[in-house]
């Protein structure tokens, strides 16, 4: 599915999404509302985020049925999620009318076409890295649009809003293949590992996916110079790099990292700036680094841009601190790939904690077949270590795969590490408040309900230390 000729959003539309609550349709319905569209939607179970938009004026509606699209007297277009089937009542109502059906990668180069985007892509990082440019583009005098994945604190705390500046800044998601949804006036490439293969059919399809996205933007374009296959598909397009490797244009030097932020310096072709970044661990500073690298590759004040990044709030989910109990701190990170992993626990470690314990929910059957082995590797920073289940994210088991995958390879490169296989959340609940001690750092990992720990030890901890 690919947008109509005549779905011009810079004129009013009347748009209905189907299962508008998700993360990606119901930014999408923010800046439909927000720019002068009329819009209605439904979803299949009520919630805060549908709430939210019907306070932005739009219509949202619990369940779905073809009455919704039957009862709108005049409609543009149905926007529906990946995960909505074609027989959905309302596509088939849809269809029946004669009105188009897009998904995301359809509704998507509509809005770029009024505000052109600066798109975030990468297998991680791009939430926070979209966020960033953001803030460093508020900094240097802008004020994007933008969509990202989560909520952003430092952003109003939402995860999208139309403004008035002169771009869209996306987070690029290469699940679905929307991430080559254009016009793009600038990119940014954090870094290429093997995820969502099943979509693309192979590592090298979805390099080449990669490799399409640079080059067909119209505008400046960055790379991880420390990430291999960001920096050799960077060199094929000829981008712009940043990173603290060797030789990179927009080079991170002088790092200090600390519990709660780090320090350093970029050096670029044209300037060079010192930032002070309220995010912990070496992955955050990269992030910050290619948001100014874009920022100073379109030719914006990119020591305004560091500036602004002096007070950036973070991004839900995201090295997020939840609190403190009995003298252990806890926080939470989304990661849930073994590099993001390895980053969030890395930058755990640099807090100074007496012991960092980590608890990680491995997410989708279909990722931890994959990726089991890599995972051994993921967590040399954890002092302790609580190995759960598999979250299925609406996937169906597949024999044999379990997070007891993840127990074996993580033995094997780490043979004496304190380390509890614990299936059930109930349980790593119950062992951690027995097991924790003043000093500790907890971390929650993961994509899936493993969130929901942290929480729990606090609400415990208060208790048994009242």
Same mark, same amino acid.
């Given at each position: 599915?690919?947008? /109509?000729?005549?779905?011009?959003?810079?004129?009013?539309?009347?748009?209905?999404? =189907?299962?508008?609550?998700?993360?990606?349709?119901?930014?999408i319905?923010?800046l439909?509302?927000?720019?002068? #569209?009329?819009?209605?939607?439904?979803?299949?179970?009520?919630?805060?985020?549908?709430?939210?938009l019907?306070?932005?004026?739009?219509?949202?509606?619990?369940g779905?049925?073809a009455?919704?699209?039957?009862?709108?007297?005049?409609?543009?277009?149905?926007?529906?999620?990946?995960?909505?089937? *074609?027989?959905?009542?309302?596509?088939v109502?849809?269809?029946?009318?004669g009105?188009?059906?897009?998904?995301?990668?359809?509704?998507?180069?509509?809005l770029?076409?009024?505000?052109?985007?600066?798109?975030?892509?990468?297998?991680?990082?791009k939430?926070?890295?979209?966020?960033?440019?953001?803030?460093?583009?508020?900094?240097?005098?802008?004020?994007?649009?933008?969509?990202t994945?989560?909520?952003?604190?430092?952003l109003?705390?939402?995860?999208?809003?139309?403004?008035?500046?002169?771009?869209?800044v996306?987070?690029?998601?290469?699940? *679905?293949?929307?991430?080559?949804? %254009?016009?793009?006036?600038?990119?940014?490439?954090?870094? =290429?590992? /093997?995820? #969502?293969?099943?979509h693309?059919?192979?590592?090298?399809?979805?390099?080449?996916?990669?490799?399409?996205?640079l080059?067909?933007?119209d505008?400046?374009?960055?790379?991880?110079?420390?990430?291999?296959?960001?920096?050799?598909?960077?060199?094929?397009?000829g981008?712009a790099?940043?990173?603290?490797?060797? %030789?990179?244009?927009?080079?991170?030097?002088?790092?200090?990292?600390?519990?709660?932020?780090?320090r350093?310096?970029?050096?670029?072709?044209?300037?060079?700036?010192?930032?002070?970044?309220?995010?912990?661990?070496? #992955?955050?500073a990269?992030?910050?680094?290619?948001a100014l690298?874009?920022?100073?590759?379109?030719?914006?004040?990119?020591?305004?841009?560091?500036?602004?990044?002096?007070?950036f709030?973070?991004?839900?989910?995201?090295?997020?601190?939840?609190?403190?109990?009995?003298?252990?701190?806890?926080?939470?990170?989304?990661?849930h790939?073994?590099?993001?992993?390895?980053?969030?626990?890395?930058?755990?470690?640099?807090? %100074?904690y007496?012991?960092?314990?980590?608890?990680?929910?491995?997410?989708?059957?279909?990722?931890?077949?994959?990726?089991?082995?890599?995972?051994?590797?993921?967590?040399?920073?954890?002092?302790?270590l609580?190995? +759960? *289940?598999?979250?299925?994210?609406?996937?169906?088991?597949?024999?044999?795969? +379990?997070?007891?995958?993840?127990?074996?390879?993580?033995?094997?490169h #780490?043979?004496?590490?304190?380390?509890?296989?614990?299936?059930?959340?109930?349980?790593?609940?119950r062992?951690?408040?027995?097991a924790?001690?003043?000093?500790?750092?907890?971390?929650?990992?993961?994509?899936?309900?493993?969130?929901?720990?942290?929480?729990r030890?606090?609400?415990?901890?208060?208790?048994a %230390?009242a």
């Amino acid at each position: 599915m690919s947008a /109509p000729p005549d779905l011009d959003l810079s004129a009013p539309r009347r748009v209905h999404l =189907v299962a508008i609550g998700g993360a990606g349709m119901s930014g999408i319905a923010t800046l439909l509302a927000q720019s002068g #569209h009329e819009v209605s939607g439904s979803d299949a179970v009520d919630s805060p985020v549908l709430d939210r938009l019907r306070n932005l004026g739009v219509t949202a509606w619990v369940g779905h049925d073809a009455g919704h699209v039957a009862s709108l007297d005049e409609l543009d277009v149905v926007g529906i999620s990946t995960a909505v089937p *074609d027989d959905n009542p309302e596509v088939v109502a849809a269809h029946d009318r004669g009105v188009p059906v897009l998904r995301r990668t359809g509704l998507l180069p509509a809005l770029a076409a009024v505000r052109p985007l600066l798109s975030v892509a990468g297998t991680h990082g791009k939430t926070t890295t979209t966020s960033l440019l953001v803030a460093a583009l508020r900094g240097a005098g802008e004020d994007p649009s933008f969509l990202t994945g989560a909520p952003v604190a430092a952003l109003g705390g939402v995860a999208a809003a139309w403004r008035p500046g002169p771009w869209l800044v996306l987070e690029a998601d290469e699940s *679905d293949g929307s991430f080559l949804s %254009g016009p793009r006036a600038g990119a940014i490439v954090t870094n =290429v590992e /093997p995820d #969502h293969l099943e979509h693309w059919g192979g590592w090298e399809a979805l390099k080449d996916g990669f490799r399409r996205f640079l080059a067909g933007t119209d505008g400046p374009r960055v790379v991880c110079a420390d990430d291999e296959v960001a920096a050799e598909l960077g060199a094929e397009s000829g981008a712009a790099t940043y990173g603290t490797a060797e %030789g990179s244009d927009h080079r991170v030097t002088d790092l200090e990292l600390g519990p709660d932020g780090s320090r350093f310096r970029v050096v670029g072709p044209g300037a060079t700036v010192d930032v002070a970044l309220p995010l912990p661990g070496l #992955h955050n500073a990269l992030d910050a680094a290619g948001a100014l690298a874009l920022v100073a590759e379109l030719g914006l004040d990119v020591a305004a841009a560091a500036a602004g990044l002096s007070d950036f709030g973070g991004v839900a989910r995201r090295f997020e601190r939840k609190g403190v109990a009995a003298g252990v701190t806890v926080v939470d990170d989304y990661a849930h790939l073994p590099t993001e992993v390895r980053a969030a626990l890395a930058a755990g470690a640099s807090g %100074g904690y007496g012991r960092v314990v980590a608890v990680f929910q491995p997410h989708r059957y279909s990722r931890t077949q994959a990726l089991w082995r890599e995972f051994g590797e993921a967590f040399g920073d954890a002092d302790l270590l609580v190995l +759960t *289940d598999v979250y299925p994210a609406g996937e169906a088991p597949r024999p044999g795969v +379990t997070g007891k995958l993840l127990v074996d390879a993580t033995l094997d490169h #780490h043979p004496h590490r304190p380390l509890a296989w614990m299936p059930s959340l109930d349980d790593v609940v119950r062992y951690l408040v027995a097991a924790l001690r003043p000093g500790d750092l907890l971390m929650t990992v993961g994509a899936g309900d493993v969130t929901t720990v942290g929480p729990r030890v606090l609400e415990q901890l208060e208790a048994a %230390g009242a």
